[in-house]
């Protein structure tokens, strides 16, 4: 079964300092796999989209890692500032293999980032 | 462009009553997702639509629940009769064809509403 596992659920940081969130997931066949912000009483924001051959990529001051051979990802929010308090939903696409499908997405539960001044 | 809209963003109705919530893709979109989201299973997809045409509804919960899309640019979701058990955040979304061929792997960016809250008393 495929599934998305987070990790913390939630943390507390304080203003201006840094925190990484970690995603694991058994998804296969692996397409991609994204982060998105998702704001309280606010819709989900994409931040980033990685496939298996890209291990970084940033946006602004978060920055993902993948390593799709331990099927592990990372979201690391650098100088945190007070509008990250959100959670952080890491999502995984597995290759459907019927060309006019597109992707099935499977969600992680979220992590919940506290920022305090 | 404005983004996803959806309405209403928030409903508070009777147990026993319809609830029709409504979604204007981004203009130029193939893909339409409705999600649901709930504290106990975080986000959950529903159905979603390809060219208007609904390609996977195995997240419909029960008969209850329906879905259309009469053209590009408006779906709905309706559930009749509404259950306490379906107050949750249902999320529309839309999305561009997935620029890929058999087999490829680039992803296509998904683009949420802000969400219709949804109290069933």
């Known amino acids: 079964k495929n599934q998305v596992e987070q990790s913390p659920q939630s943390l507390i940081i304080l203003e201006g300092k840094n925190c990484t969130l970690q995603?694991?997931?058994?998804?296969?066949?692996?397409?991609?796999l994204r982060w998105y912000k998702q704001d309280t009483g606010r819709g989900p924001v994409s931040l980033t989209i990685?496939?298996?051959?890209?291990n970084t990529k940033s946006n602004g001051r978060y920055t993902a890692t993948l390593d799709a051979d331990t099927k592990q990802s990372s979201l690391h929010i650098t100088a945190s500032q007070l509008s990250d308090s959100a959670s952080y939903i890491c999502?995984?696409?597995?290759?459907?293999?019927?060309?006019?499908?597109?992707?099935?997405?499977?969600f992680g539960g979220g992590t919940r980032v506290l920022v305090k001044p | 462009d404005a983004g996803v809209i959806q309405s209403p963003r928030h409903e508070v109705t009777e147990m026993g009553q319809e609830v029709t919530l409504r979604c204007k893709p981004i203009?130029?979109?193939?893909?339409l997702f409705w999600y649901r989201q709930t504290m106990m299973r975080g986000l959950e997809l529903l159905i979603y639509?390809?060219?208007?045409?609904?390609?996977?509804d195995s997240g419909m919960p029960e008969d209850r629940f329906s879905a259309k899309m009469p053209n590009a640019s408006f779906s709905t979701l309706k559930i009749q009769p509404s259950e306490p058990r379906d107050s949750a955040v249902y999320f529309c979304?839309?999305?561009?064809?997935?620029?890929?061929?058999?087999?490829?792997?680039?992803?296509?960016?998904?683009?949420f509403g802000e969400g219709s809250w949804l109290t069933v008393v």
């Open positions: 979304a839309s999305s561009l064809k997935p620029d890929r061929g058999w087999g490829a792997v680039s992803g296509n960016t998904i683009y």
């Open positions: 999502v995984v696409s597995a290759l459907w293999m019927i060309k006019a499908a597109g992707n099935k997405l499977t």
């Open positions: 203009s130029g979109h193939d893909y």
């Open positions: 990685m496939t298996f051959s890209e």
């Open positions: 639509f390809n060219n208007n045409v609904p390609i996977d």
């Open positions: 995603c694991n997931y058994t998804v296969s066949p692996f397409s991609n």
